[in-house]
């Protein structure tokens, strides 16, 4: 018999990691005044009972794209922000979709690890209001100010939240080792991990939507390099230095796979920059890591 709820994990001062049943992880932030959700996972739990164990303080959700997994919960809460690219897509999910889901995750090790059923959501019918939000967003919790940055790839409105304060990067789906951004161009992506690699000197973990993965026993931050080979990656791609590799992600998704280092990127290899998007000159890609 697994565990009866989600693993909740204090990984700083006010700072918790919620991971729902192997599915996805979301974060609770705490400061002097209020607290930042970040994600609401998939709905399988009844998440504002699980925040308020930690905190009685007023809090805010915020969404780091539109994905079933991390937006599926949604629908328990007043209010969402979010970035307008990936409303749709939000308010798109399925009752049915998010039980597939569940299912695949539980069979590769969630249903060993926690005491679930994939057709326990808690839904409710009315949707919640959406707020906007784009780079440059801030919400002070009271001596914490948390930052938002837009790093489109992962999804059109994939968003990453710095906690400079905690040194902390909580980055969704955007920037990890296994980065699934098939539906964007590389050029996309390289702009989006530039700004990450850019604000390494603010941060020294990054965590990302899915630690404790299918029900893995751990809660762990992605590896430092991650960014940086990432950006190695994109700049072989777009130098034409490399082949990817095709795989098979998921039981039916078709992936193109280049690897370095830390990190994995799938990509569309047809699709290095889109019609009408500025492209990167080869020779001026960025800061040049192709050592590591």
């Not at 919620?18 to 002097?32: F, H, K, R, W």
């Not at 050029?187 to 690699?197: A, D, F, L, N, Q």
């Not at 603010?202 to 751990?218: C, K, L, M």
Request: aromatic residues 8%; charged residues 20%.
């Amino acid at each position: 018999m697994g565990m009866k709820g989600p693993l909740v994990t204090e990984i700083a001062v006010n700072t918790y990691a919620i991971n729902e049943y192997g599915l996805v992880t979301m974060y609770l932030l705490a400061g002097s005044s209020r607290a930042l959700l970040i994600d609401t996972g998939c709905g399988f739990c009844d998440l504002n009972a699980v925040v308020r164990k930690m905190t009685d303080l007023p809090y805010s959700v915020v969404l780091t794209h539109g994905h079933l997994d991390h937006a599926g919960g949604m629908v328990q809460f007043p209010e969402i922000f979010l970035n307008r690219r990936d409303l749709l897509m939000a308010e798109s999910i399925t009752s049915s979709e998010l039980s597939d889901y569940a299912n695949t995750l539980g069979e590769m090790g969630s249903f060993d690890a926690y005491d679930f059923s994939a057709d326990a959501l808690h839904r409710r019918e009315r949707k919640p209001v959406f707020h906007f939000i784009e780079e440059g967003w801030r919400i002070d919790l009271g001596g914490r100010v948390i930052e938002a940055y837009a790093v489109p790839g992962h999804t059109p409105g994939s968003m990453a939240f710095l906690d400079r304060k905690n040194r902390i990067l909580f980055s969704g789906d955007c920037c990890n080792t296994n980065l699934l951004a098939d539906h964007a161009s590389v050029t996309t992506i390289y702009r989006s991990i530039m700004k990450v690699v850019g604000l390494m000197p603010a941060f020294d973990r990054n965590f990302n939507g899915h630690t404790g993965y299918a029900g893995s026993p751990d809660c762990l931050s992605q590896p430092y390099d991650v960014p940086k080979d990432l950006l190695w990656i994109c700049q072989a791609i777009l130098r034409h230095e490399v082949q990817p590799t095709k795989t098979t992600f998921l039981k039916n998704m078709v992936l193109y796979q280049v690897r370095h280092g830390t990190a994995t990127l799938s990509y569309n290899p047809d699709r290095l920059t889109d019609p009408g998007e500025k492209p990167v000159d080869p020779e001026k890609l960025g800061p040049e890591i192709r050592c590591r």
